[in-house]
């Protein structure tokens, strides 16, 4: 099982979310937030404020854990198998001084500000869930997409 963190993050009533590039291996040309692997030695909290900074320029100074989705899903790569994830989704809010760019251009091809209420399409089924249980008020839901 996996363990990915997420961020929303969080300014004016709407999040920054990021559209993969459509080179992407996984869910290319899909909508997602701020998110990535851990690497060793960090915790999941540590991981999504390296990731901000290196995929959008961005210091976090303020970020809670406010909900964890349990996922199951079909395998990308082989929908025989299943695939199993905590997710992880933290929240911060975007200071006025600072002003996310884009990064990683090989990796995600655009970001924009969207309303969490009206997400754009297409957006990877689990975030879409995990930003709605947030909003909804729910610290831990269950995805089962397999």
């Known amino acids: 099982m996996m363990i990915i963190p997420h961020l929303i993050l969080k300014k004016d009533g709407k999040i920054l979310l990021t559209r993969r590039s459509p080179t992407n291996k996984i869910w290319p040309g ?3 937030c701020i998110t990535g692997s851990i690497e060793t030695g960090e915790s999941p909290r540590e991981a999504i404020i390296r990731e ?17 989705i349990f996922l199951v899903e079909k395998d990308y ?16 809010h975007l200071s006025d001084d ?9 990796k995600q091809d655009s970001l924009d500000w ?4 009206e997400l754009p399409k297409p ?3 689990g975030v879409s869930f ?3 249980s947030y909003f909804s ?7 089962r997409n397999a």
Do not use: C, M
């Open 114 to 117: 969207f309303d969490p209420y």
């Open 52 to 68: 901000a900074e290196e995929e959008v320029g961005i210091k976090i100074k303020g970020i809670n854990l406010e909900t964890i």
């Open 98 to 106: 600072q002003k996310p760019t884009n990064l990683e251009p090989l």
């Open 77 to 92: 790569f082989d929908p025989l198998k299943k695939f199993y994830a905590l997710e992880l989704f933290f929240v911060s």
């Open 30 to 32: 899909h909508w997602h």
């Open 137 to 143: 008020n729910q610290r831990y839901a269950e995805f």
């Open 123 to 125: 957006i990877i089924p």
């Open 130 to 132: 995990g930003i709605k």
